[in-house]
């Protein structure tokens, strides 16, 4: 992803091995009967100020809600 984006201190790519942050936030997505393990949900969250704004959170595997378009259209 930072490949694909230029350097901004407006966004933050947030990745962690352990999935601790994954976890705080409430986003595990169990897969494990997939043979995919535990995996982040699909989601966006749009922050303010440290606040979150708008949280667009997937049901399950579905991609409707946490597109690029869809955080933005909160904005």
Excluded: Q, W
Aim: charged share 25%.
């Amino acid at each position: 992803m930072k490949k694909s984006y230029a350097k901004t201190k407006n966004v933050k790519f947030l990745g962690v091995g352990a999935a601790k942050y994954t976890h705080a936030l409430g986003m595990v997505l169990d897969l494990s009967k997939k043979v995919l393990g535990v995996c982040s949900r699909r989601f966006a969250l749009l922050v303010d100020d440290l606040k979150v704004v708008a949280a667009n959170v997937e049901a399950g595997e579905e991609f409707t809600v946490s597109s690029a378009n869809d955080i933005l259209a909160a904005f």
